[in-house]
């Protein structure tokens, strides 16, 4: 298994709908996990931080499956600028950060 | 007031020049990192300095040095360029002590070597 693999994409959506992105990793000592979006030729930001079974900040809702190895990101009534490329980051040794290819999001009016 | 900042922003240069970017935080953080982002889009660490010790140094060629004067600098320093060296190039700086390892990127600087 790769260290970090996610939905390919690109997800193309039309606004106000629900979206939702799925990461497996091989690390299964890892206690957390990171989503990060990604704007085109921007930096990565970071989106949300989970350290236990999910975490929930306004429309976006990150869940951890580690029996499974398997975290979610679900985006609610979805915004134009939403539009990015969403990565998986769960960390590696030393600190490290592993980064996927990402999934790329296109929410259209 | 920018966290992370990088300068150049766009680097332009010739095969075989070296060249220098830097790297700053105001962010407090104690451990600082440079990632390369090629074409491809692939996000890969470089280097990571912990209070000015090096802590991660991947497979990278030796053209390149990394250099942390202090907790609040990271600079990289690149010898005989070559084609293969274009991409965009992350600073990033997190805080270890608190055990989450959130790190906050900087704006990128785009090398291109020509």
């Known amino acids: 298994r790769k260290e970090v693999e996610q939905d390919p994409g690109p997800f193309n959506v039309p606004e106000g709908a629900t979206v939702a992105f799925n990461c497996t990793y091989s690390n299964s000592a890892s206690q957390s996990f990171f989503w990060y979006r990604q704007d085109c030729r921007k930096e990565p930001k970071l989106l949300m931080s989970v350290y236990s079974s999910g975490n929930e900040d306004g429309r976006f809702t990150a869940q951890l499956n580690r029996a499974s190895q398997y975290i979610s990101l679900l985006i609610r009534d979805s915004k134009l600028s939403d539009s990015a490329t969403y990565l998986c980051?769960?960390?590696?040794?030393?600190?490290?950060?592993?980064f996927g290819q990402g999934t790329e999001l296109s929410v259209k009016p | 007031d920018t966290a992370v900042s990088q300068t150049p922003k766009y680097l332009v240069t010739q095969m075989g020049n070296d060249k220098s970017i830097k790297c700053e935080q105001n962010l407090g953080h104690d451990t600082m990192y440079w990632y390369k982002q090629d074409s491809k889009k692939f996000l890969k660490i470089m280097f990571s300095?912990?209070?000015?010790?090096?802590?991660i140094n991947e497979t990278v060629p030796n053209r390149f040095s990394p250099k942390s004067p202090d907790k609040a600098h990271l600079n990289l320093h690149i010898n005989s360029l070559e084609l293969g060296d274009s991409a965009v190039y992350f600073c990033?700086?997190?805080?270890?002590?608190?055990?989450?390892?959130?790190?906050?990127f900087g704006p990128g600087t785009r090398l291109t070597v020509t």
């Open positions: 300095y912990n209070n000015k010790e090096l802590i």
């Open positions: 990033a700086s997190s805080y270890r002590g608190q055990g989450n390892n959130e790190q906050y």
């Open positions: 980051v769960p960390p590696g040794e030393g600190g490290k950060l592993i």
